[in-house]
């Protein structure tokens, strides 16, 4: 890795910041489906940033118990204080911990990247739910929050709602979606709010995210078989249901469903279907219908044919540059080259490598969660930015502006003054006289 290492280190110039480390993961057999996962989180930045906090917190380890928290943080910290650059790091206690925690992950099989990530997610909740409650509670009365399944965070214990703590997880990726059903007999419309940690998307051939947004957001008849129990009429009755985003993430992950279950065929195959992810995504199905827009900055993509073999890399955006992490190597890559991974638009390609969980950041909200509120200097790069200026240029001209400004209301001031002295036969000051009937 000596020399493509030094060949990175070329590449990357001085492009990119001094404190920034792009190191490939060594692969422990088939952990593939780790290693892309752990370097797209580690390019969000809120993530990075939130975790290496914790590490900070947290690091001595003789009053904490390892978990997979601690063996994350630990990583992060041990990739991001390298010396070097650029280079490969084994992230051995890790993958031990995922093991030891999750048997499905145990086996030296091909496993699913988007499962992984779910996991580890939830995983990181519960952990830091149970910190929380046990730095609040006395230990005999801590509450049941152990059953956090796919994100979904309302406990309800006899009868009563308890109020689930947001850790920094939720902060940066839940979202909530509210499922509305309206009764077709009384028009009763009922809303159901869930939360998320990613959203997955049905996909279709020659599609986009937008389309599979719209569709995933489409209204769907309740008739014959499937009615709706509607608690005005009481009884079941046709109705219209659809799924709309109530709350959007900060960071919006989007797992595309590649894999799926065939009937005919008796098992999973592999969509190879072409759906176009844009950089930039604008994002309408809000329940208030406003544009959000989206920027992406990882790409955990499938490569192979199949759902139990193949391979997994990941396209990560980094300081506005693209890099290619596939295990051990790192690779820069030209903005254009994410195009190659939305997939094929025919059934048997020699393409096989997919995009599969895209990862976008929230453009100008997300600004504040993790480079702090707005500054001078933000508020001056928005505004240039919206007339295409370069910012040293954009202040130029708002000086002119006001300094044009400044002269003109002088002006103004001076040709009233002298008006009122005039045909008012006021009295002004002598200063003013001599100013005004010199600038007249
Ligand atoms: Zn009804």
């Given at each position: 890795m000596g020399a493509a290492g030094s060949k990175l280190e070329k590449a990357l110039g001085d492009q990119f910041p001094e404190s920034e480390r792009y190191f490939g993961l060594e692969n422990f057999g088939n952990t593939c489906y780790c290693n892309s996962v752990l370097q797209a989180l580690y390019f969000c930045t809120p993530f990075r940033e939130q975790l290496l906090d914790y590490y900070g917190n947290h690091k001595n380890p003789g009053d904490a118990e390892e978990n997979l928290l601690t063996c994350l943080a630990d990583l992060f910290s041990q990739i991001s204080s390298q010396k070097k650059k650029t280079g490969v790091i084994a992230p051995k206690r890790f993958v031990q911990r995922v093991k030891k925690e999750n048997e499905l992950f145990r086996s030296y099989m091909h496993q699913d990247a988007h499962e992984f990530l779910n996991f580890l997610l939830n995983e990181l909740v519960d952990i830091l739910e149970k910190e929380s409650n046990a730095a609040t509670s006395s230990p005999g009365t801590l509450t049941a929050?152990?059953?956090?399944?796919?994100?979904?965070c309302n406990h309800v214990s006899n009868g009563i709602k308890e109020e689930q703590l947001v850790s920094w997880v939720h902060r940066i990726f839940q979202g909530t979606l509210t499922n509305e059903t309206r009764c077709l007999l009384c028009e009763t419309v009922t809303a159901r709010d869930e939360t998320f940690l990613d959203l997955s998307l049905d996909i279709e051939q020659n599609s986009s995210i937008t389309s599979c947004l719209k569709n995933f957001s489409s209204t769907e008849t309740l008739n014959a078989e499937d009615k709706f129990f509607c608690d005005k009429c009481c009884s079941l009755q046709e109705a219209q249901k659809r799924m709309k985003i109530k709350k959007l993430p900060h960071i919006l992950v989007i797992h595309l469903k590649r894999f799926k279950y065939i009937e005919q065929l008796g098992r999973n195959k592999k969509l190879s279907y072409r759906v176009v992810f844009p950089v930039e995504l604008k994002l309408s199905n809000t329940v208030d219908g406003d544009d959000t827009e989206y920027s992406l900055f990882a790409v955990v993509v499938h490569v192979g044919s199949g759902p139990n073999h193949g391979h997994y890399v990941s396209l990560v955006k980094s300081h506005s540059h693209w890099l290619f992490f596939d295990d051990e190597n790192v690779d820069m890559i030209d903005e254009s080259a994410v195009q190659t991974f939305f997939g094929s638009a025919q059934e048997y390609s020699s393409n096989t490598d997919h995009g599969y969980i895209l990862f976008y950041e929230r453009a100008v909200p997300g600004v504040e969660l993790h480079h702090g509120p707005f500054d001078s200097t933000t508020v001056l790069l928005l505004f240039s930015l919206q007339f295409s200026l370069p910012p040293p240029f954009f202040l130029l001209l708002l000086l002119l502006l006001l300094l044009l400004l400044y002269h003109s209301i002088q002006h103004t001031i001076a040709v009233y003054s002298l008006n009122e002295a005039w045909v008012g036969g006021g009295i002004l000051p002598f200063s003013y006289c001599s100013m005004t009937i010199t600038s007249v």
């Open positions: 929050s152990e059953n956090i399944a796919n994100g979904t």
